[in-house]
């Protein structure tokens, strides 16, 4: 068990936002997740062959890129963005809520209790990318405290139960267009599995945004890439 002494407090709604470990839930289910299906745009979006897949608005799903397509960029109207997308790859882009990251083309989108937006493996459902976000009147990443203390209760509250085994590595803390973010990554085991993530954290557009993506740890040494890939993609701009 982590204790910390006069730790910052985080989002005190973050715990809603966090789903039950294992827990699907099928779009034909009924319950309404209305917030997590933002209205999106995308413009364009140029393939190898110069050729350009026009998009309007949409639901859950942003753009559909081909897995042969070589990197490319997206760009949404009335926002200063730019999304290199390698071979492999598709973007989910909110405008709404200001976000983006990059996700596997052969992932498919799904509701998660509690995210904003969602991505898995087909054949590998604890292989996933989730975002969830709660509202904050903090400004800055900073505001909460530092990346060890803040980590270290995030995982103690939200990411792991009292009968879990988990261990952090690779604390990060970096900047992008003026925001900080913190990232990490850590395990937690128990009697059934072993999970290994990714979590990046970052404040902006008056929101505690949270995107963790990872897998059994079992296969992380072959998806650690992947992982990566997704993690370093995850980007917040002012809407």
């Given amino acids: 068990m982590v204790t910390l002494q006069n730790s910052p407090a985080l989002p005190t709604k973050w715990s809603s936002c966090i789903p039950c470990q294992g827990t699907y839930l099928s779009r034909s289910s009924g319950i309404a997740y209305k917030r997590c299906i933002p209205s999106l745009l995308v413009v364009s979006a140029h393939t190898e062959n110069g050729s350009i897949l026009k998009h309007g ?44 990251f990059i996700y596997p083309s052969n992932w498919r989108d799904y509701v998660f209790r509690g995210q904003d937006a969602a991505f898995k493996d087909v054949r590998k459902a604890m292989e996933n990318v989730r975002l969830s976000f709660v509202p904050t009147d903090k400004k800055d990443i900073h505001d909460l405290g530092p990346p060890a203390v803040v980590i270290k209760k995030l995982i103690k509250d939200l990411l792991a139960t009292p009968d879990q085994r988990t261990q952090i590595f690779n604390i990060k803390e970096y900047a992008i267009d003026g925001k900080n973010y913190y990232n990490f990554d850590y395990t937690v085991s128990s009697r059934v599995y072993a999970r290994r ?43």
């Fill in 57 to 100: 608005e949409t639901g859950r799903r942003q753009v559909l890129i081909g897995a042969g397509a070589s990197a490319t960029s997206i760009f949404s109207r009335n926002i200063s963005l730019a999304v290199e997308v390698p071979s492999g790859y598709e973007v989910y882009l909110d405008r709404q809520d200001g976000y983006s």
């Fill in 197 to 239: 993530a990714l979590v990046t954290l970052v404040i902006g557009n008056g929101k505690s945004y949270m995107l963790e993506v990872g897998t059994l740890e079992r296969r992380w040494k072959n998806m650690e890439d992947t992982m990566q890939t997704i993690s370093n993609s995850f980007t917040l701009f002012d809407v």
